[in-house]
């Protein structure tokens, strides 16, 4: 009977997970910076992520990873 309950929990926790993100959750960006909307290459998935102005909008595609760069050194 727990192990049922557990699984369930499980299975309920990895749904919530995967719901997708509605327009009240969305980033926004306040003043001296922007959003940054990039598409990973390989799997497909939308990152959203908030940079100041004077900085790049950085993506590795094949790590899956994305930051904001320097004003200076760009996206090293």
């Not at 960006?29 to 940079?51: D, H, L, N, P, W």
């Amino acid at each position: 009977m727990c192990r049922i309950f557990l699984a369930l929990g499980l299975l309920g926790a990895a749904g919530a997970l995967t719901l997708p993100i509605d327009a009240a959750h969305a980033q926004k960006a306040g003043r001296g910076e922007k959003v940054c909307k990039i598409k990973m290459k390989y799997s497909g998935q939308i990152r959203t992520f908030v940079c100041k102005i004077d900085e790049p909008c950085c993506a590795w595609h094949e790590i899956n990873y994305v930051k904001c760069g320097s004003p200076v050194f760009r996206c090293l």
